[in-house]
């Protein structure tokens, strides 16, 4: 049964791991990496396709930043998990899912984590009604058949397994994340999604439907009705994979009658994955996750609101994920927090058509804890680098470095003499890296591994 128009939009946001900008044939991808993506393309017509969306560069940071509307920084996740194994979100964050249970939706997320693997930190701690996926990453996968691994070594070296919660209770073990585990889980993932938007839409409520898709994460692996599907490897296998869930995803929401009632969102954490042989594309930008450059930053990002977002809208302006928060806050009726620094912008008037351009027109850039530079407009002022984001040394520049992504989009040109004709940019680019590190004064950044319950100083 159709929903009623006078109700709140449902939400539905997929978010693919290690996902590049390029992968997509709406993107320049599909059949260039060796299998098109039709009903992904088709949903970017539909909608609105940003060129310019940006995320963390890595993976915990990027959800800590999509969650919070706050740079990871701010939150304690700046990294991976690599300081401490009790990382996470503390409670005292307010999440998506938390300002949306409370605006009267029913929450559900199905796929990774990676903010928290201890009691407390799951995503039934943090707004969820209900959790299946994993806490951490793909790549734990590989343990259960590798000889070499040593359970007991340390607290937390032991077996990844698939879990299941819901909020109020201790997420169990459903079963061992394993190689053939990784390969299903997706489907299993879509399987849930799609029960979930049945049972919500029976009951009349609107709900948020978060779906963190474990796939294009090492190791690459197809589920087996897609493997040799393409004739063209793994890796084209799990792209035509990708678009056949997502297409089975749009389908039910034609089916259940909800589509004009819905935002469809279709995105991912960071830039593609960077280890062979299971490498992404990040399309014409330069560099893949873990670093600083466009490759790292940009993701693709389309979303569908069917009348109210102008369909075919392609543009260049510059967004964060972190814009979400406020944005979906205002969609739905939720409450953005007054009592810490928000850093994300309200971008729902720019999606709906009715201004030209984005709230937002720059972002400081961060590797892990460290500021690399800061992007305003179309010009990146730089003072680190690493073409890399492991394995080679971070450079360090006595004096900012400046890419005009006009005219070098592929970042190669750093002294090019036109930066000299340019140089009143050093001041509004400058200013955005003053007022950040004043906010960073005025509220401290929680600490990596900061345990529940967290007060911020003062009592905020």
Excluded at 86 to 99: D, I, K, N, P, R
Excluded at 156 to 165: A, H, Q, R
């Amino acid at each position: 049964m159709a929903q009623t128009g006078n109700q709140k939009p449902n939400i539905v946001l997929i978010l693919m791991d290690n996902f590049g900008w390029g992968e997509l044939g709406v993107y320049g991808g599909g059949i260039l990496r060796g299998e098109p993506t039709p009903r992904i393309d088709k949903l970017a017509g539909e909608g609105m396709r940003l060129l310019n969306f940006n995320v963390e560069a890595q993976c915990t940071p990027s959800r800590a930043a999509l969650l919070t509307g706050r740079y990871a920084i701010r939150t304690g996740n700046s990294t991976v998990p690599l300081e401490t194994p009790h990382y996470g979100l503390t409670q005292w964050e307010y999440t998506m899912a938390e300002m949306l249970s409370d605006a009267g939706y029913a929450t559900a997320m199905y796929g990774k984590w990676h903010l928290g693997q201890t009691p407390g930190r799951f995503p039934t701690d943090q707004g969820f009604d209900e959790w299946y996926g994993i806490a951490n990453s793909s790549n734990d996968s590989f343990w259960a058949a590798n000889p070499r691994f040593r359970a007991g070594a340390h607290p937390f070296v032991k077996l990844p397994y698939v879990l299941e919660s819901r909020k109020g209770e201790t997420p169990a073990q459903v079963k061992v994340y394993d190689l053939q585990a990784r390969a299903l889980i997706d489907k299993e993932l879509t399987e849930r999604s799609i029960e979930f938007m049945r049972k919500q839409t029976r009951s009349h409520k609107p709900f948020f439907l978060y779906l963190p898709y474990t796939q294009t994460h090492m190791p690459v692996r197809p589920e087996p009705e897609f493997k040799g599907k393409t004739r063209n490897g793994d890796f084209a296998d799990v792209l035509a994979q990708v678009d056949a869930y997502v297409g089975r995803l749009l389908d039910e929401v034609d089916r259940l009658g909800i589509r004009d009632n819905t935002v469809f969102i279709f995105t991912s954490d960071n830039g593609p994955e960077a280890n062979s042989p299971y490498q992404g594309f990040s399309g014409p930008w330069r560099g893949a996750y873990f670093t600083a450059f466009e490759g790292s930053l940009r993701a693709p990002f389309l979303i569908r609101w069917p009348g109210k977002i102008p369909a075919g809208a392609v543009n260049n302006e510059i967004v964060h994920e972190m814009d979400l928060f406020p944005t979906l806050a205002r969609l739905a009726g939720g409450r953005v927090p007054k009592d810490r620094i928000v850093d994300g912008v309200d971008q729902l008037d720019f999606f709906r058509g009715s201004q030209p351009a984005s709230n937002r027109e720059a972002v400081v850039i961060y590797v892990g804890s460290e500021i690399y530079g800061v992007k305003w407009r179309n010009w990146k002022m730089m003072t680190r680098q690493a073409d890399r984001g492991f394995g080679e040394p971070v450079k360090q520049f006595p004096y900012p470095l400046w890419f005009d992504l006009q005219t070098d989009p592929k970042e190669e040109y750093p002294l090019d003499p036109r930066w000299v004709e340019n140089g009143w940019v050093r001041w509004p680019a400058g200013q955005v890296l003053v007022d950040h590190q004043a906010s960073l004064k005025k509220e401290p950044p929680i600490r990596p591994g900061t345990p529940d319950p967290y007060v911020p100083r003062g009592g905020r």
